[in-house]
């Protein structure tokens, strides 16, 4: 007898047959078990658009020095800015993640504003305002849609702070080569934020947020001589208030 065909090696076949359909169907549990999109330990990087509208207004400027004065009926008006955002998150468990968010500075405008609106465009600045928000995000770590509440901090400080020259006219009147430079507080300031991200699969997402920060800064603007010498001092204060909205891709790893 042919031994590939004897009885042991048929009454095995019965055997080998189980093994290839548990082991099929094992596979097939396997791919059809729903993937942990964001569950603790998780990373995920945010690269999208940061849009900042500001809910602004401002003292009137006034003269401190050589004599104190105010301007009457002065104001500026801080333009909406728009910018790239990246933000790393990190999942603690599968509903509690911390978030870093950062990006490229935006640029803002102050233009003036009542007696200061023939002025035109006073100066520009940009804002730097990297923050840490603590975020609850609702749902399974596997769902398709996880909207998320959060709050936080941010530091906020302005660099290439540079004044018109209608400007540095205005605040050094009849100074022969009168130049100005401002001088903008820095702060830290608490965010409110809230969002929503829809995970396409396994490593991508697309997350959009809304954030408020209230935020007030003080400016300071020393007017100077030909020589250098400082022989005027304005202050005023300003309120940005800034909404930020924040549309971006995500990737888990």
């Given amino acids: ?44 990087v945010n690269v999208g658009w940061f849009h900042l509208y500001t809910d602004d207004s401002s003292q009137p400027l006034q003269r401190t020095s050589p ?34 968010d950062a990006g490229i500075p935006p640029k803002f405008k102050l233009d003036g504003e009542g007696t200061l609106a023939g002025a035109g465009q006073l100066g ?20 398709k849609w996880r909207p998320f509440v959060g709050v936080g901090v941010t530091h906020v400080w302005y660099s290439d702070v540079k004044l018109s020259q209608s400007l540095q006219s ?18 830290w300031a608490p965010v409110a934020n809230v969002g929503v991200t829809y995970n396409m699969n396994e490593r991508w997402s697309i997350g959009f947020s809304l954030s408020y920060i209230p935020l007030d800064t003080n400016a300071e603007i020393i007017g100077r001589n030909a020589a250098g010498t400082p022989v005027t001092r304005h ?7 800034p909404y930020v909205s924040f549309l971006s891709v995500g990737y888990k790893f």
Avoid: C
Avoid at 4 to 32: I, K
Avoid at 171 to 178: A, C, K, Q
């Fill in 67 to 100: 004599s104190s004065a105010i301007i009457p009926g002065s104001g500026a008006t801080v333009s909406s800015a728009d910018t790239i955002g990246i933000a790393y998150t990190r999942f603690i468990t599968d509903n509690f993640a911390l978030t870093l």
């Fill in 235 to 241: 202050v005023t204060s300003l309120t940005l208030d």
């Fill in 124 to 143: 520009t600045a940009k804002q730097w305002s990297p923050a840490i928000v603590a975020k609850w995000f609702f749902g399974e770590a596997n769902a």
């Fill in 170 to 187: 205005l605040v050094t009147p009849g100074v022969p080569g009168g130049t100005a430079t401002a001088n903008l507080s820095s702060s």
């Fill in 1 to 44: 007898m042919n031994r590939f065909f004897s009885p042991r090696a048929t009454s095995q076949l019965p055997q080998f047959h189980r093994l290839a359909a548990l082991s099929a169907l094992s596979a097939l549990a396997a791919f059809s078990l729903p993937a942990a999109a964001q569950s603790a330990g998780s990373n995920v």
